[in-house]
């Protein structure tokens, strides 16, 4: 029996227990290659997503929905109030142009008093930001909180004993009532922005001037913006109260409406209130969108 014969066991255990021989490389899969006998395969890198521009801050919803919702209320307003009984005492405060009267001394009375509140209280928060006067914070926001405190009907009456009546009163009164939310927004915003970042700041050369407008405003943008939103809501509501103190606006016929009960006078009224807030408010949104730095937006 030779040592080849398939009868030898010896031979048979070493032909059993020899390894497989590994094939080529030109017979494997793409990607798999031998290591010690074994075959591996070279995980594929999944492909980069294409990238993406910055994603749109005005979508179509943010832009039709809250202006059509108004338009319809408006519309249905209109129907309603042009098919119910006027007597002749409702239908002397509705007609002779009385209402767009009322409408436009409303927006009048908000956007002075508004512009008076940007003017004091942003300049003011930013002073009492400084080194020198912010030992003064406490004490100006205390005096704030006492004007908000106070009822608006209040104020203006103790607004009224000492400038007397008139739409400049009402404006005081309404500037007074608005002025803390921009105010304390912007000292807040201002406060929480990280010193290390104006460290930097000086420390490339930029001087106090350009760390605050380049550096400072725009990062406490957002939360100043939303004091303004705040502040123009107030003033709108706080404008209906300018009746009692001879300032006129949309407060004449929901005062009229109660006096005389008059309900349709009273509904319009009302509802062009609160029409004009909200439309303020979708409109500061808006700003409030379209000035915070790209770098600040959440998602």
Known sequence: MTPH?????????????????????????PGEHDVKGHAFRDEEEEPAPPPTGPPRRFTWRKLVVMPVVLALVLV???????????????????TGGNVQLRWWQHVRLTA???????????????????????????????????????????????????????????????????????????VAGLKAIEPTLVEASRGIGMSATGTLTKVELPLAVPLI???????LVLNVGTATLATFVGGGGLGDLITSGIQTQRMPVLVLGSVLTVVLALLVDWLASLVEVALTPRGLEVG
């Open 112 to 186: 002075i008093s508004t512009f008076w509140v940007l003017i004091i209280a942003i300049p003011l928060g930013i002073a009492l930001t400084r080194r020198g006067l912010s030992k003064g914070a406490p004490v100006v926001t205390a005096v704030a909180n006492i004007g908000q405190a106070t009822p608006a009907i209040g104020l203006l009456a103790l607004l009224v004993i000492w400038l007397g009546i008139g739409p400049s009163t009402a404006i005081i009164g309404m500037v007074i009532y608005a002025v803390l939310p921009v105010f304390s927004n912007t």
């Open 5 to 29: 014969s398939p009868l030898n066991p010896e031979s048979s255990r070493r032909t059993r227990s020899a390894p497989p021989v590994p094939s080529s490389d030109k017979d494997r899969p």
């Open 225 to 231: 913006l939303a004091g303004v939103r705040t502040a």
């Open 76 to 94: 249905i307003t209109y129907l309603w109030i042009t098919n119910v009984h006027l007597d002749s005492i409702a239908r002397n405060s509705l």
